[in-house]
């Protein structure tokens, strides 16, 4: 049974920073894409951001430049790092890992974003 460890979500004011983990018990994780997506409320799930074995990282246009992610491979971790952040990103933030044939979901984390 994979087990995904989320943490690092809570509340901020507006031009505050967070920072998430993803802690997954995966054998190979190395290999595989690891992502974030965020639902908001009355909304549909979307991605923010992702990052291949290799280390190639994709962003949504929206979090671009004030979103970092990130993966320690020997830690089976994977982090978001959020800046700046704004009223709008308030959300729970779900990780997610795939290769071929396999996809995992973590439990989701909550931020809120507000003053």
């Known amino acids: 049974q994979v087990q995904f460890v989320e943490s690092g979500g809570g509340l901020v004011q507006p031009g505050g920073s967070l920072r998430l983990s993803c802690a997954a018990s995966l054998s190979r994780f190395s290999i595989y894409v690891l992502g974030w997506y965020r639902q908001a409320p009355g909304k549909q799930r979307e991605l923010v951001a992702t990052i291949t074995g290799g280390g190639t990282t994709s962003y949504a246009d929206s979090v671009k430049g004030r979103f970092t992610i990130s993966r320690d491979n020997a830690k089976n971790t994977v982090y978001l790092q959020m800046n700046s952040l704004r009223p709008e990103d308030t959300a729970v933030y779900y990780c997610?890992?795939?290769?071929?044939?396999?996809?995992?979901w973590g439990q989701g984390t909550q931020v809120t974003v507000s003053s």
């Open positions: 997610n890992a795939r290769r071929p044939l396999s996809e995992w």
